[in-house]
């Protein structure tokens, strides 16, 4: 009788090369050489290029406006995010983030002002310094996050600009690309997304540009390489990856309430008592808790921006 | 098939497969597999799951008249209640995770909101068909029982409305179970107009 022993290293079935693959083996080393080739081109680019526009992240202080509350994990701050231009769902950004092509990046100010003009993104943010803000962000979907933002002073940046007597405004755009970006290949919001504010309220010292977040660049998700935070607004308020800048004497057209007037003020401040027509404001869920918890009128900053609105009508101007 | 393997097979392998969405979730929800905010994922997906064991409860019908499988009637009523456990899931994570309890606010939303005051409705208007799902009620009520049962073509439009309303602005998913609808309930159109032209003609 033929007993056959199998030792360790006979090779089984499975590691067995396929015959045809084998036969065409000079063809398969030279395919797959070639294939290693293109995919490092991007590979090779984007290392040069994200080289090039490095911002310095180290000794950063944390500015007096910072909460001490819990942070939010960066885990969460990263895989649930609203960014249209990069897929519906809250998580599809992160999923997606690749589609955007953060470098070179320019942004462009023009408008109602002395000196208009356009930068590179480091150019852009030089005149400030980076800070450390970890703010509350209160989402209209009625959820909200506690950032670590490292950003500059908005009004730091667009003084620089000389805005004229006439700048009551100040309006924001997002790249557009549709080539690139997926979202925008469909007309769910009329493209590029736009936000602004009135002068006074991008001057405040609470607005900022972020440029990143714990101490890092931006990922892409969360609207790299820089964005708005507006702390006393809903988030949509925070324009993402921003690339050009004006200054209007009128009140600028917004994203939101281009869709929905009725549902999206231009202030949109947040405000426990003006609930959105479908839903109510009253709380909020603070992701990575279960239990709700009360909103707060202007996210809880009414000390520093009440003033702002003194005389309004909070409920006619929501 | 026998019907002694459809009792000891095909019921219950219907009932587990009904049962894996629940499952499923229950498992994600605890093992963090569920994204930032699992509280709102599980809300939004049980209630998917209850309109769409309802659209496939309301294809039984259709489906049996087309294919002549009249063995299909037998899981309709299974299908119907797991509709209703789906919902039942659905509201009351609404009620305690979303809301806590707090009534007066549930009633305001009830009142205020149309996608809440539509969704709510179609669930109140289950109760009926779910107490008289029993062998007992079809015999006592008879005719009107099925007039009575009629009334799921009302609830799953306002489930399909509850859902539309929702949507932020996508409104493509909301739409394939409007256009699944609008299929079921035409279906049911063009046979209730042909059986019509049979007898007068």
């Known amino acids: ?318 | 098939m026998s019907d002694l393997a459809i009792v000891r097979f095909v019921k219950p392998a219907l009932f587990s497969v009904c049962l894996l969405p629940v499952t499923c979730y229950t498992f994600w929800f605890f093992t963090d597999s569920l994204g930032a905010n699992p509280i709102e994922a599980v809300t939004r997906r049980t209630g998917d799951w209850a309109l769409r064991i309802l659209l496939i409860t309301l294809a039984i019908s259709p489906f049996r008249r087309l294919t002549g499988w009249n063995r299909l009637a037998q899981y309709r009523r299974m299908l119907g209640l797991f509709a209703f456990f789906y919902g039942c899931v659905h509201l009351s994570l609404y009620i305690v995770l979303d809301k806590f309890f707090d009534f007066r606010e549930i009633l305001d939303d009830v009142i205020k909101r149309p996608f809440i005051t539509a969704g709510f409705t179609s669930f109140i208007l289950l109760l009926p068909l779910v107490i008289t799902s029993t062998h007992k009620m079809i015999e006592i009520l008879q005719h009107r029982w099925i007039q009575l049962h009629r009334l799921v073509y009302l609830i799953a439009m306002l489930a399909v409305l509850h859902f539309w309303w929702m949507v932020k602005i996508d409104t493509r998913e909301p739409a394939i179970y409007a256009i699944i609808l609008a299929a079921l309930l035409g279906f049911r159109l063009v046979f209730y107009l042909q059986r019509k032209m049979l007898k007068t003609s």
């Open chain 1, 1 to 318: 009788m033929l007993l056959k022993v199998i030792k360790k290293c006979d090779a089984n079935e499975s590691q067995v090369t396929d015959e045809a693959l084998y036969i065409d083996r000079r063809k398969f080393i030279r395919d797959s050489a070639s294939l290693t080739a293109v995919l490092m081109i991007p590979a090779l680019s984007l290392y040069q290029t994200s080289e090039a526009a490095k911002l310095n992240f180290k000794n950063i202080g944390k500015h007096k406006f910072s909460t001490d509350e819990e942070l939010t994990s960066l885990d969460d701050i990263t895989r649930y995010n609203n960014f249209y231009e990069l897929g519906l769902r809250k998580g599809d950004p992160k999923r997606n983030a690749h589609h955007l092509k953060v470098t070179p990046w320019n942004v462009k100010v023009d408008g109602e002002c002395e000196k208009p003009g356009e930068y590179g993104l480091e150019e852009f943010i030089s005149p400030a310094r980076l800070e450390e803000r970890i703010y509350r962000l209160r989402c209209v979907e009625a959820w909200s996050m506690v950032i670590p933002w490292v950003g500059v002073e908005l009004g730091t940046i667009l003084r620089r600009f000389q805005p004229t007597s006439k700048a009551k405004f100040v309006q924001f755009f997002t790249l557009y690309d549709p080539q690139n970006l997926p979202g925008q290949r469909r007309p769910v919001l009329d493209w590029p997304y736009r936000e602004g504010l009135r002068i006074d309220e991008a001057m405040h010292p609470l607005s900022i540009l972020a440029v990143g977040l714990y101490g890092k660049e931006l990922p892409n998700q969360n609207g790299a390489p820089l964005r708005l935070v507006v702390p006393w607004k809903y988030g949509f308020k925070s324009i993402k990856s921003i690339v050009s800048i004006r200054f209007t004497e009128q009140q600028p057209a917004t994203s939101w309430n281009l869709v929905g007037p009725r549902e999206y003020g231009f202030y949109s401040n947040v405000n426990p008592s003006v609930d959105h027509p479908r839903w109510s404001q009253k709380k909020e869920r603070r992701i990575g808790e279960i239990s709700k918890r009360k909103t707060l009128l202007f996210n809880g900053y009414t000390e520093e921006v009440a003033g702002l609105y003194a005389g309004m009508d909070l409920k006619e101007h929501y």
